[in-house]
């Protein structure tokens, strides 16, 4: 009996250390997806036991999504430590590859290339997995574009908009109306008058109806936030110098790659500034949060709290980032990360 007892302890720990282990499995997976033509890098990270995966949709056109990965941490480092983040490269970005002409960069290849990610993911990981989007700038546009299409929001648990974008007209108006605003605003308190009245001056005479105004109002809103970093105003954004020449010469991917499928995708940019897609954003009825911030130029929180009123569900939540512009995951990392991670624990 001693010595049947003896095997059978040694299985019941090893049993209950298998078991403690399987509730924190980080895993760190390197997939590609083939769609259209497109070769596309997916970098898979986190916490494999929580069963949620939290799909980046990084900005651009064109943005590089390891630098959002890198670049963005700790942010991006506690969602790991809670979900598995999936880092995905949209079709002429980053590091994806392929031969992609006009006909496959229209902006249904990227809602496209998301179901078909979706299916990648759930062959990979299982059936079973909570799916959530996480949609920064442009990203907002395509993850909207994806909620809206068919029965798409059937495979989505829920939506995080960061800085998110969805219409663009509207867009290009509200950036404008900001910078006036908060430059009378700045003007009255005596803060930079020369330089506001400057800027005021230049965005009234902007019009908005041809591609040259929109352009003119888009380097205006990063005069306006360097202004507003001058007094105190917004957390400073800057790469520190280590940083910048990491992502040249010590990036995973080689980053020239980058440059290449900024001029490929240039067919998408005609597109994407006249997507209005703020009509239809009542049809999205799944759990939703909105993180948008105050200094924000080039996406202003008005656009982010309009998409909050349209959608119809009860279950959303809006936030201000109040010290921060359009990059609030690394201005402010614990406010997003925590406020995604409550949102996320709250309707999973």
Request: hydrophobic share 40%; glycine share 6%.
């Amino acid at each position: 009996m001693k010595n049947l007892f003896i095997p059978i302890l040694l299985l019941t720990m090893i049993l209950i250390s298998c078991e403690k282990e399987s509730t924190n499995i980080y895993i760190s997976d390197h997939l590609f997806l083939r769609s259209n033509k497109a070769d596309m890098p997916i970098f898979v990270e986190g916490n494999y036991a929580s069963k949620n995966f939290v799909i980046v949709l990084h900005g651009g056109p064109g943005d590089d999504i390891l630098v959002f990965k890198e670049l963005f941490q700790p942010f991006t480092e506690k969602l790991e430590e809670n979900y598995v983040m999936v880092y995905w490269q949209q079709r002429c970005a980053g590091s994806s590859q392929g031969n992609v002409d006009s006909e496959n960069i229209q902006l249904s290849n990227y809602v496209t290339d998301m179901e078909k990610l979706i299916i990648l993911l759930k062959h990979q990981y299982g059936k079973d997995i909570n799916i959530y989007l996480l949609g920064h700038s442009w990203g907002g546009a395509i993850g909207s574009m994806f909620l809206l299409k068919d029965n798409n929001q059937m495979n989505i648990k829920g939506w995080i908009e960061i800085c998110g974008n969805h219409d663009f007209p509207l867009t290009f108006q509200l950036e404008k109306e900001k910078i006036i605003s908060t430059g009378k605003n700045q003007i009255a308190f005596g803060n930079n008058t020369e330089s506001w009245n400057n800027i005021i001056e230049k965005a009234n005479n902007c019009d908005l109806n041809t591609i040259e105004g929109k352009l003119a109002i888009y380097v205006l809103t990063d005069e306006a936030y360097n202004l507003m970093v001058s007094v105190d105003s917004v957390i400073i954004n800057d790469f520190t110098t280590k940083e910048t020449l990491d992502g040249i010469f010590f990036h995973p991917y080689n980053p020239f790659s980058n440059i290449v499928n900024v001029f490929a995708g240039a067919a998408v940019n005609k597109d994407y500034m006249d997507l209005s897609l703020n009509n239809d954003l009542h049809k999205i009825k799944i759990p939703s949060l909105f993180l948008y911030s105050e200094y924000d130029f080039t996406v202003p929180s008005k656009l982010g709290h309009e998409a909050f009123e349209q959608i119809s569900t009860n279950k959303k939540e809006f936030i201000i980032l109040y010290h921060s512009e359009h990059w609030p995951m690394r201005t402010e990392p614990d406010k997003c990360s925590n406020a995604i991670i409550a949102f996320i624990e709250k309707y999973k």
